[in-house]
């Protein structure tokens, strides 16, 4: 079992930057994806971008452009660097992973971290 804790969330005016953090108790060595999620008041909690244990990586398209996600395997840390930052961007961002194999599938989630994005 390994446990995500996520950190960096903040109140930011827009157009400001932030770096989201997610720390694995474990290794993130053999988790094959992992990825960040967000969730706005009254809304479904969504993708905002993955990274492959290979390093390949996908983004929403509101985000296009403007959020890096990144994994540090040595440091079992994925990093979510985000620029631009909309009102719209508002949420609970959620760190996830995905790994799979022989031995079944399994899906890790941390508690989650508050961004604001406000003037």
């Known amino acids: 079992q390994v446990q995500l804790v996520e950190s960096g969330g903040d109140l930011v005016q827009p157009g400001g930057s932030l770096r989201l953090s997610c720390a694995a108790s474990g290794s993130i060595f053999s988790i094959n994806v992992m990825g960040w999620y967000r969730q706005a008041p009254g809304k479904q909690r969504e993708l905002v971008a993955t990274?492959?244990?290979?390093?390949?990586?996908n983004y929403a398209d509101s985000v296009k452009g403007r959020f890096t996600i990144s994994r540090d395997n040595a440091k079992n840390t994925v990093y979510l660097q985000m620029n631009s930052l909309k009102p719209e961007d508002t949420a609970v961002y959620y760190c996830?992973?995905?790994?799979w194999g022989p031995g079944g599938s399994y899906y890790f989630w941390g508690q989650g971290t508050q961004v604001t994005v406000s003037s």
């Open positions: 990274v492959t244990s290979g390093g390949t990586t």
């Open positions: 996830n992973g995905h790994r």
